[in-house]
């Protein structure tokens, strides 16, 4: 894969991650952005998409998915359609190249790698990687969470413009929470031709840990048999080539086999700080010590924003890693361009600005 050359590198497309890269715009920076997760949003999408939040300076309300959506809308002029978004993919390592100590920091010289292959060599790293990657959490069965995983072993649905693979199969999709019960939703609330000739909805027991509104829908789906209910613990899982082919089930009063075309898995997501601790940060609790006043970390060219930095008076909230992202993009500027004047503009009044939003 070629090596992509880049102003800035974005880690996270959370809330912050996607102001980041509105600000860095702003600024006439090209950013490119990275998140293991399928899609953007961060924690609003992941974790809370239609919960509302009420404490967005003038916006009295709206949801995890809606401020996403209007984060992506004024993002939109500066990510160039999804080619400067990576998604499905983790930042693995980054890396100073201190070869030449006489080189200016104008000069790209950090490297960015990512599990899909994706090289980026840019001035200035971003992390807003909140508290971490998210990684769907694995059914605890051996095999099943390694990297060789079956190919019909599935943790995310697929985007509604794709072709879902367990079409005409037959879909076991694991879990008792909201992500799961909202899943039976989805696939059911997709084109026909789409959706699995049998959906089976395995858990522990008949007891499910969801949101009553949506447990409701999906009980009365079970009771018109388009929901197939399956109780019992999964013990081992049986392979055939690359395809899994059946799961043994332990319950109160024996063990049983459940075969299967296809198994999503919706047990939620977990976030894990991974690979971010070998790259010679100053972590303090799980947390990168930034400056609070340019919000630089201890590696040259290197930000921290959002819920993933930590400085006396740090405040976990959406606000504040915005500001964080608006002063880290100047600060940047300033130490890759020292010599370049630094005049606040306005985007109300400025022509450059305008143009650099698209307007003009
Ligand atoms: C239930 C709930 C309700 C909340 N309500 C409010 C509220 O009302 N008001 C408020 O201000 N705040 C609220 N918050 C907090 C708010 O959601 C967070 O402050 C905000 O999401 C932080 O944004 P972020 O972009 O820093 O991090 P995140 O939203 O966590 O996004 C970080 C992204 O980085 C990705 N990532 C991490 N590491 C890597 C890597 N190595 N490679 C690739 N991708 C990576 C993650 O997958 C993730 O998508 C709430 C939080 C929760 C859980």
Redesign the pocket.
């Known amino acids: 894969m070629p090596m992509i050359q880049t102003d800035a590198v974005v880690?996270?497309?959370?809330?912050?991650?996607l102001f980041q890269v509105f600000q860095l715009g702003l600024l006439g920076w090209q950013a490119h952005v990275?998140?293991?997760?399928p899609e953007a949003?961060?924690?609003?999408v992941?974790?809370?998409p239609d919960?509302p939040?009420?404490?967005?300076p003038g916006v009295p309300v709206c949801t995890?998915r809606q401020l996403t959506e209007q984060l992506l809308a004024q993002a939109a002029p500066f990510l160039h359609g999804p080619s400067n978004l990576h998604l499905n993919?983790?930042?693995e390592s980054l890396r100073i190249d201190d070869s030449d100590d006489a080189q200016p920091q104008s000069q790209a010289r950090i490297h960015v790698h990512?599990s899909r292959g994706v090289h980026l060599l840019t001035k200035a790293v971003f992390i807003?990687?909140?508290?971490?990657?998210?990684v769907p959490r694995a059914l605890p069965i051996p095999g099943l969470d390694a990297a060789d995983a079956p190919v019909n072993l599935h943790h995310h649905l697929p985007p509604p413009e794709q072709i879902a693979p367990w079409a005409g199969q037959h879909l076991v999709i694991a879990g008792g929470g909201d992500e799961a019960l909202q899943s039976v939703l989805d696939v059911l609330a997709s084109p026909q031709a789409q959706r699995p000739a049998r959906l089976s909805l395995l858990h522990r027991r008949d007891q499910f840990q969801a949101d009553a509104a949506l447990e409701q829908q999906v009980r009365s789906l079970i009771e018109q048999g388009q929901v197939h209910l399956v109780l019992g613990v999964p013990q081992g899982a049986t392979q055939q080539g690359p395809d899994l082919t059946a799961l043994s089930l332990l319950h109160a009063d024996g063990t049983s086999t459940l075969c299967l075309d296809h198994l999503l898995v919706r047990l939620g997501l977990s976030?894990r700080l991974?690979?971010?601790t070998d790259w010679g940060l100053h972590l303090e609790r799980k947390q990168v010590s930034v400056n609070p006043a340019t919000f630089a970390t201890n590696l040259p060219g290197v930000f921290a924003?959002?819920?993933?930095n930590t400085y006396p008076g740090k405040k976990?909230?959406?606000?504040c890693?915005f500001h964080e992202a608006t002063l880290a993009a100047h600060a940047a500027a300033h130490a890759i361009h020292p010599d370049a004047p630094q005049h606040l503009l306005y985007t109300t009044t400025s022509p450059l600005l305008h143009e650099r939003l698209g307007l003009i």
């Open positions: 880690i996270g497309a959370g809330p912050v991650g990275v998140d293991v997760l949003g961060g924690q609003c992941a974790l809370y919960k939040i009420y404490d967005i995890g993919q983790q930042v990512t807003a990687a909140g508290a971490g990657a998210f976030p991974g690979p971010l924003v959002g819920d993933i976990r909230l959406l606000l890693g």
